[in-house]
């Protein structure tokens, strides 16, 4: 509080005493000498001090508001900044409503400090001063408003006891239901699908009768504190003017006296009735103060507290023996490896949770629970502060958007230089042409009350750009693809090609078209995974398969090439076979990268996946030639010669020319695929063969059907290849309709491309 405000203070009790003094002078000086002047100067006096006191009164009341607003603002300021720099994970282990909450705690401090209860400070010693004055002037008279007064503060504070649980219970109850009508809001279009509205209504009804039982206790103790207070004022006055008639009937005072001393009392009385209410609101203020205190527990990002802090970045990370997966050993994994500067390393797996995880450790998000993770040969969290423009940039599928323009969201709301280098970027990934076809162009608004303004692949190439324009040293690459159609998939494969040489990249991915673009796939789905041989020559080699694991892939090698000689004789007999045995694929790009490292050891096959692929190589074997005239071989064999990846593309009976293959290890539906047609009749006979490259072997059941044997079949007809194929549909409708028990697996010969 300054000196102003306790100056007008000061100033504005002085002239309280203006009133009680003129009432003396009146009845002991005007009315016994019939003096008009003197009445006429008192008049004046009074008006005067009326008029001054009005002033001060606004003066003070606009030193507590600037006061006030001062005080949210350098508190708002502080919660803020404690928010942004807490760690992510503690942050968002507390709901929404209870944030919410939190910063409406700053409001009630504002009004406080910004109020008249601040002024309490000031005037309590002033009713000492009424008290003593009344002591003064009416001597027993004093005894009223000092017994009043001590009553109050008894009343007071038995009833604060009963209102301290009741404002506790209203608090919690509050949290719960903004906390519930937040994620409710938040969901409401999922809550509509499943026609949860009556469920979610009965669910807030319950919340808020708690509320109402709360609120309805809270009432009743701040009620009678105030009645309490109002009806101990009514008595100090009645007992003042009993004791005051009492005194003036036995001659010992005036009627000016007892007159002044009533004036007196009712301002001695006036701050303690409202330090009553302070006492009510001073509960409030607490549970305040204590939301605010939770903001302040909250555990700061040790990254961002570092006090040594690296310079420049040149983007090499090392992954040093980093620990993933749980579930102890069985499930725990060591992973190693080295990205070069400008170089690209892909993890992939059978899930993308790990390598989410690790990324967030070379983001330095996240610390790792064994190993290190390093960036230019010191700990990744060190380069926390450098997060964002030339550092590291983590971009992940999420998408998120803020409210704004399309250019504040691509330029971080920074400066020209920004706004230049976010257009660049989407320009880059082809998005630049998408948005100069909308009617505002870059100014059109990101979020629509809210959403989405326009679909997900759209957002996520938003935040794709927006990660491109920081020019990062390290970009994180975290499955930020997922919504992206055909072509917008193709062009952000070209803007990462472009990164490579001075952006290191690291892509989590399970896409093959994306792995073809590393140096490196690093699989996490094995056990351990050791560091790169030309980084780490003394890695320690991986251990020697068992006995069973020996005879499994002796099992395996048998399996293929009996359904190789199966083909063999039967696609001969036809007369259809004919050109030279498939080359290898090329070690690195196209295709998969050379150096794929796993861990995985081959582990013994369950005896019912031995023996159906044992059944299949049989069946495959076993197989009558095809007749000429029918010229289609047996399923079994079609089926093992065409998974097996030895099927060349080659001209139909109607000399449509074949397709250009796609990458090796790309899926249909990937970057590289061509486009998907319906089969029919007509499609059957004109369509040319697709391109089917031999696949590098991988540790699993299924390689008995993907790598062609020496001496694998070349080339087959497309109207034979569609007879297989709808076949084998047929088949595998007959298999799964029992199981689901659905029509729409019946009808699986329908769709058999």
Request: aromatic share 4%.
């Amino acid at each position: 509080m300054g000196g102003a405000v306790a100056a007008a203070s000061l100033g504005i009790n002085l002239l309280a005493l203006a009133l009680p003094l003129a009432l003396l002078q009146v009845f002991d000086r005007v009315l016994p000498n019939q003096s008009d002047s003197t009445l006429m100067v008192l008049f004046g006096a009074l008006l005067v001090a009326a008029a001054l006191d009005f002033a001060l009164r606004l003066a003070r009341l606009g030193l507590l508001g600037d006061t006030g607003e001062r005080y949210e603002l350098r508190l708002t300021d502080a919660v803020t900044a404690r928010m942004l720099d807490a760690d992510p994970a503690a942050f968002e282990a507390v709901t929404g409503g209870a944030h919410l909450d939190r910063i409406n705690a700053i409001a009630q401090l504002r009004d406080h400090y910004g109020g008249q209860g601040r002024l309490l400070a000031l005037d309590i010693p002033f009713a000492a001063v009424f008290v003593g004055l009344i002591g003064l002037i009416g001597g027993p008279l004093a005894l009223a408003p000092l017994g009043c007064i001590c009553a109050l503060a008894l009343a007071s504070a038995g009833l604060r006891r009963l209102q301290a649980p009741a404002l506790a219970g209203r608090e919690s109850v509050d949290r719960r239901r903004y906390s519930f009508l937040m994620e409710s809001l938040g969901q409401i279009e999922t809550m509509k699908a499943h026609a949860m509205e009556p469920r979610m209504m009965r669910r807030y009804e319950l919340l808020q009768s708690q509320a109402e039982r709360a609120s309805r206790r809270l009432i009743w103790a701040s009620g009678m504190t105030q009645a309490v207070s109002a009806v101990l004022s009514q008595v100090g006055i009645a007992a003042m003017a009993a004791t005051g008639g009492l005194l003036a009937v036995q001659g010992r005072l005036g009627i000016a006296e007892i007159a002044a001393c009533m004036l007196l009392n009712g301002r001695a009385m006036q701050p303690m009735s409202r330090v009553v209410g302070l006492w009510v609101q001073r509960a409030h203020l607490q549970a305040a103060e204590a939301r605010l205190k939770e903001v302040e527990s909250l555990a700061p990002d040790a990254a961002l507290m570092a006090s040594e802090r690296p310079g420049a970045m040149f983007g090499r990370v090392s992954v040093e023996g980093v620990r993933l997966g749980m579930g102890g050993e069985a499930g725990a994994r060591n992973v190693s490896f080295i990205a070069r500067p400008g170089g690209c390393v892909a993890l992939t797996g059978a899930s993308g949770d790990e390598g989410s995880t690790l990324l967030r450790m070379v983001a330095g998000e996240v610390a790792p629970g064994a190993g290190a993770v390093r960036i230019d040969g010191q700990p990744a969290q060190r380069f926390a502060h450098m997060r964002g423009r030339r550092g590291v940039v983590l971009v992940d599928g999420r998408a998120a958007l803020f409210e704004g323009t399309l250019l504040d969201n691509l330029s971080m709301f920074g400066d020209a230089e920004a706004r230049d280098a976010g257009m660049e970027a989407a320009r880059r990934i082809g998005l630049g042409e998408q948005i100069d076809r909308l009617p505002l162009g870059f100014d059109t608004p990101a979020l629509i009350r809210g959403r989405l303004a326009g679909t997900l692949g759209f957002a996520q190439r938003i935040a794709i750009a927006r990660a491109i324009a920081c020019d990062p040293r390290i970009l994180l690459f975290d499955e930020a693809n997922t919504a992206l159609d055909l072509v917008a998939d193709r062009q952000l494969m070209a803007a990462l090609e472009a990164l490579r040489g001075r952006t290191t990249l690291i892509l989590s991915t399970r896409r093959p078209s994306y792995l073809a673009l590393a140096d490196e796939v690093i699989d996490l789905s094995g056990h351990d995974l050791d560091a790169t041989p030309a980084e780490a020559s003394a890695a320690p080699s991986p251990a020697a398969p068992s006995a069973e694991a020996e005879r499994w892939s002796d099992d395996l090698a048998e399996e293929r090439g009996q359904a190789a000689s199966g083909a063999r004789a039967a696609v001969g007999a036809s007369g259809e076979v004919s050109g030279p045995e498939p080359a290898p694929p090329p070690a690195g790009r196209p295709g998969r990268p050379a150096s794929v490292r796993s861990a995985v050891p081959k582990i013994a096959a369950p005896p019912e996946i031995r023996s159906a692929a044992s059944r299949r190589a049989a069946a495959g074997a076993a197989s009558p030639s095809i007749r000429p005239e029918a010229r289609r071989p047996s399923k079994s064999v079609a089926a093992s010669a065409w998974m097996a990846g030895g099927l060349q593309a080659s001209p139909s009976a109607h000399g449509d020319s074949a397709p250009a293959a796609r990458p090796a290890g790309a899926r249909l539906g990937e970057p590289g695929d061509p486009p998907r047609q319906a089969v029919g009749p007509e499609r059957a006979r004109n369509r040319p063969i697709l391109s089917a490259s031999p696949q590098p072997a991988e540790p699993d059941m299924f390689n008995v059907f993907r790598e062609p044997p020496a001496g694998a079949a070349k080339a087959v007809s497309r109207a034979e290849l569609d007879a297989w194929t709808r076949d084998l549909a047929e088949e595998l409708a007959a298999t799964l309709a029992p199981r689901r028990g659905g029509e729409r697996w019946g009808d699986a010969a329908e769709h058999a491309s």
